[in-house]
């Protein structure tokens, strides 16, 4: 094992996106992630296009890294099993609510009993003290209860919308991911474990507000929440005469060597507007449209050489399909071409951060359905025997070529 987190031993019992992106960047970290799965898998492993059933592309991109053990902790034995191998972990991840874990008697003080030092750590929907908290929760629900419809609308769109990404997921994840290291460095100073939870509507209602509480950061309030460049209906690509682009002028070197670049040196110091930050935000609507206007009189190509010969922020304007192309992430290798065990030559990503010392590497390509039930029952201490056992109980199945 290589990276920061090597020697860490994680217990995940989450499912779909949310959790296993956060144990996913854990194990690209160094971490032995264990990959609890009910007996007919996650069941992300279906969504979208695959070469063998329970392969897909969402499902290999966020468990890699991991070892799969099918259990089914509804039984006592499975539960057993699960116990034992958070007795050698040092973390527990679930992400279903509180009370479902409850249900299983595997709360906190059921894995705290079998092992005093884990961090028993909960990423689900609502924080436990409030209404919502038995409420489900799901990455449209979040992103709805957290106003980023509203925002869009407020932005310019018709109706609202969701992000087309698993915003909250992913976003959650990554806190998560947080959460937990800190949680282990915490213990290395305590000697303790403990219980973390990682709200979802929580977590994100801090991401949105802290853009946009804007003058309801005060009380009373001095102005209404929403930052005003934020929601300019102008903050879009902007079309030019061949496609679109995407340009930032932000401050106020950036907005002089623009309008020198339009032929209107003296604008920065003739119109009030433009005098500060404060006053461009004021009139941040007006601005935009101005550049919107401007950026239709030339190519995508010749703004561009303007653009990066004045030192104003410009990017292309990617498709999904010209992201997979970009210059610089060929460059930096950010995607690889890896031999997958069962699912044969596929496109990954590097992990992003870079390490002068302890390097993360990929440990190994997401895992077939229990793929490694028989090697980890071994290292949870059951023999050939228990483990047939096991089988037979309908309790794990072990490692069924692409399933």
Same mark, same amino acid.
């Given at each position: 094992?290589?990276?920061?987190?090597?020697?860490?031993?994680?217990?995940?019992?989450?499912?779909?996106?949310?959790?296993?992106?956060?144990?996913?960047?854990?194990?690209?970290?160094?971490?032995?992630?264990?990959?609890?799965?009910?007996?007919?898998?996650?069941?992300?492993?279906?969504?979208?296009?695959?070469?063998?059933?329970?392969?897909?592309?969402?499902?290999?991109?966020?468990?890699?890294?991991?070892?799969?053990?099918?259990?089914?902790?509804?039984?006592?034995?499975?539960?057993?099993?699960?116990?034992?191998?958070?007795?050698?972990?040092?973390?527990?991840?679930?992400?279903?609510?509180?009370?479902?874990?409850?249900?299983?008697?595997?709360?906190?003080?059921?894995?705290?009993?079998?092992?005093?030092?884990?961090?028993?750590?909960?990423?689900?929907?609502?924080?436990?003290?409030?209404?919502?908290?038995?409420?489900?929760?799901?990455?449209?629900?979040?992103?709805?209860?957290?106003?980023?419809?509203?925002?869009?609308?407020?932005?310019?769109?018709?109706?609202?919308?969701?992000?087309?990404?698993?915003?909250?997921?992913?976003?959650?994840?990554?806190?998560?991911?947080?959460?937990?290291?800190?949680?282990?460095?915490?213990?290395?100073?305590?000697?303790?474990?403990?219980?973390?939870?990682?709200?979802?509507?929580?977590?994100?209602?801090?991401?949105?507000?802290?853009?946009?509480?804007?003058?309801?950061?005060?009380?009373?309030?001095?102005?209404?929440?929403?930052?005003?460049?934020?929601?300019?209906?102008?903050?879009?690509?902007?079309?030019?005469?061949?496609?679109?682009?995407?340009?930032?002028?932000?401050?106020?070197?950036?907005?002089?060597?623009?309008?020198?670049?339009?032929? &209107? *040196? +003296?604008?920065?110091?003739?119109? %009030? $507007? =433009?005098?500060?930050? !404060? #006053?461009?935000?004021?009139?941040?609507?007006?601005?935009?449209?101005?550049?919107?206007?401007?950026?239709?009189?030339?190519?995508?190509?010749?703004?561009?050489?303007?653009?990066?010969?004045?030192?104003?922020?410009?990017?292309?304007?990617?498709?999904?399909?010209?992201?997979?192309?970009?210059?610089?992430?060929?460059?930096?290798?950010?995607?690889?071409?890896?031999?997958?065990?069962?699912?044969?030559?596929?496109?990954?990503?590097?992990?992003?951060?870079?390490?002068?010392?302890? &390097? *993360? +590497?990929?440990?190994?390509?997401? %895992? $077939? =359905?229990?793929?490694? !039930? #028989?090697?980890?029952?071994?290292?949870?201490?059951?023999?050939?025997?228990?483990?047939?056992?096991?089988?037979?109980?309908?309790?794990?199945?072990?490692?069924?070529?692409?399933?």
């Amino acid at each position: 094992m290589a990276g920061p987190l090597a020697g860490v031993r994680i217990v995940d019992v989450t499912t779909v996106l949310m959790g296993p992106y956060a144990t996913q960047i854990l194990g690209d970290l160094g971490a032995d992630v264990i990959k609890v799965e009910p007996p007919g898998g996650d069941s992300v492993r279906g969504i979208g296009p695959a070469r063998h059933a329970g392969m897909a592309g969402v499902f290999l991109h966020a468990n890699r890294s991991k070892r799969s053990i099918v259990l089914d902790l509804k039984q006592d034995a499975g539960r057993e099993a699960l116990l034992k191998l958070a007795a050698g972990a040092d973390v527990l991840v679930y992400n279903v609510r509180p009370q479902a874990m409850a249900r299983l008697r595997l709360d906190y003080d059921a894995l705290r009993a079998a092992n005093p030092r884990i961090l028993y750590v909960g990423v689900y929907g609502y924080g436990q003290a409030g209404p919502y908290a038995a409420k489900p929760a799901y990455d449209d629900l979040i992103q709805g209860a957290v106003a980023i419809p509203t925002l869009g609308v407020l932005a310019g769109n018709e109706v609202p919308r969701y992000a087309p990404n698993a915003m909250a997921d992913r976003i959650v994840g990554m806190a998560a991911a947080n959460a937990i290291t800190a949680g282990l460095f915490e213990r290395e100073r305590s000697g303790q474990g403990q219980a973390i939870d990682v709200p979802m509507f929580e977590t994100m209602a801090q991401f949105v507000l802290g853009d946009h509480l804007q003058g309801a950061s005060f009380e009373p309030p001095i102005g209404p929440p929403g930052y005003a460049r934020l929601l300019n209906e102008h903050r879009r690509p902007y079309a030019t005469k061949d496609g679109h682009l995407c340009v930032l002028v932000y401050n106020d070197k950036q907005w002089r060597a623009f309008f020198e670049l339009i032929g &209107r *040196p +003296e604008a920065m110091s003739a119109d %009030p $507007r =433009l005098a500060s930050i !404060g #006053a461009r935000t004021e009139h941040i609507r007006e601005l935009y449209r101005l550049v919107a206007e401007v950026m239709l009189t030339r190519t995508s190509a010749e703004w561009t050489a303007a653009l990066e010969a004045a030192d104003i922020p410009v990017m292309p304007m990617h498709t999904l399909q010209s992201l997979l192309d970009d210059p610089h992430l060929r460059a930096v290798g950010f995607f690889q071409t890896v031999q997958h065990p069962s699912e044969g030559r596929i496109r990954t990503m590097a992990v992003p951060s870079g390490w002068s010392r302890t &390097r *993360p +590497e990929v440990q190994r390509q997401a %895992p $077939r =359905l229990g793929e490694h !039930g #028989a090697e980890l029952l071994r290292e949870a201490g059951y023999g050939d025997e228990q483990i047939a056992a096991l089988v037979a109980q309908g309790v794990t199945t072990l490692g069924v070529a692409g399933a």
